[in-house]
């Protein structure tokens, strides 16, 4: 059984640099996550697709994240001009939405620092 | 809007103790109640859940009953083993709206042998 898997694990990058980081879900899972999280703080919601549309987006969401899901399979988040506050760690989930409050099952992560 | 209020951590607890870590919340309509844990250097793990009032959910020798009188959904175990040392985190799925993860903030449990 493959999970949720994400790429790159880790990723140090200068700011005012962009990022793209990618989600690969679990092979039948229509509906795909993205979360942040920062030290010492629970997950906080940024954005979800059902199959290739995104259907909602967090006000933490600023303009210069961009995210997609391209035939519905995997998603890629991408970070223009990072600045510091950006240092996190991006998680992804999946589930497969067949009723309501679905199970969502996590990636790794992919922990950004920005220098 | 939805809230989960965890117990502040972090938990240091001996070896075959009994643990418990409160969680509330705050949520319109019949929310979705899951614990998750997250082991050093690992993502985030499913441990339990709970769909409706009154519900158990149980694993790996944890428990926690969904509380709708007193919004509350209290994860506890007998005896913890050191194996069990990780962050602990309380979420909750409203049943309005996108189905996006409300998640507390987190309790670090350390078990020392």
């Known amino acids: 059984d493959t999970g949720v898997s994400q790429n790159p694990r880790h990723k140090i990058t200068k700011r005012g640099q962009n990022v793209t980081f990618r989600c690969d879900p679990i092979?039948?899972?229509?509906?795909l996550y993205w979360y942040r999280q920062t030290l010492g703080q629970g997950p906080e919601f940024l954005t979800y697709?059902?199959?290739?549309?995104?259907?909602?987006k967090s006000r933490l969401l600023s303009d210069r994240f961009s995210a997609e899901r391209p035939k519905g399979s995997f998603s890629t988040l991408e970070i223009q001009r990072t600045e510091q506050g950006d240092s996190a760690m991006y998680l992804c989930?999946?589930?497969?939405?067949?009723?309501?409050?679905?199970?969502?099952?996590f990636g790794p992560g992919t922990r950004l620092l920005v220098l | 809007g939805d809230s989960v209020t965890q117990m502040e951590g972090p938990v240091t607890l001996s070896e075959e103790a009994f643990l418990t870590i409160n969680c509330t919340y705050t949520a319109t309509g019949y929310p979705s109640l899951f614990w998750y844990v997250q082991y050093p250097g690992e993502g985030l793990q499913l441990l339990l859940k709970a769909t409706k009032a009154d519900d158990k959910g149980s694993n790996k020798g944890f428990e926690a009953t969904y509380r709708k009188e007193t919004t509350s959904f209290h994860l506890e175990k007998g005896s913890v083993q050191v194996s069990d040392s990780a962050v602990y985190f309380c979420a909750l799925i409203s049943n309005f709206g996108n189905e996006k993860l409300t998640f507390g903030t987190g309790t670090r449990l350390t078990i020392i042998p």
């Open positions: 092979s039948e899972h229509n509906r």
């Open positions: 989930a999946s589930s497969l939405q067949t009723g309501y409050q679905e199970t969502q099952y």
């Open positions: 697709f059902q199959n290739e549309a995104q259907l909602e």
